[in-house]
């Protein structure tokens, strides 16, 4: 399952992102990962939730995103969600194109690996692509 948050910088994406996580981990049997530009949310997250400062990576391209995430799915079979803040600068991407693309990959990952993604992207829900409009959840 893909859960888009959407909505201008600014707006409360990444709160709404971290409480979700906070709260879905309480109730999980399995692991989260929340993926994000830096780790100043890093006491803000529940200790159980793995924050991982994508940039340490070195991550150049939506490819390597891509191989990325495969990887952190092929190590964690107790993994249940995938929160992705900021998605456009983890992802490397600049466009709604680019992500609708990246979306319908990420959206094969998780029916494969049976992982939910929830995605925060900072744009307006009107500016989405119909296929991307259909995965928003909340839209600020």
């Known amino acids: 399952m893909i859960e888009l948050v959407v909505g201008e910088k600014g707006k ?3 709160k709404m992102l971290m409480a979700k996580a906070n709260n879905d981990i309480k109730i999980t049997g399995g692991n989260i990962v929340y993926l994000d530009i830096n780790n100043k949310h890093m006491y ?3 200790n159980r939730v793995r924050l991982i400062n994508v940039p340490e990576y070195h991550i150049c391209s939506a490819d390597m995103f891509i191989g990325f995430i495969y990887g952190i799915a092929s190590q964690d079979h107790d993994l249940d969600c995938m929160f992705l803040d900021n998605f456009m600068s983890i992802s490397c991407i600049d466009s709604v ?3 609708d ?3 319908k990959e990420i959206s094969a990952i998780s029916e494969m690996f049976e992982i939910d993604f929830v995605i925060g992207i900072s744009i ?3 500016e989405l692509t119909p296929y991307l409009q259909d995965l928003v959840a909340v839209a600020l």
């Open 12 to 14: 409360g994406k990444t």
């Open 44 to 46: 803000e997250l529940s």
């Open 124 to 126: 307006r829900k009107q």
């Open 97 to 99: 194109e680019d992500a």
């Open 101 to 103: 693309r990246l979306i």
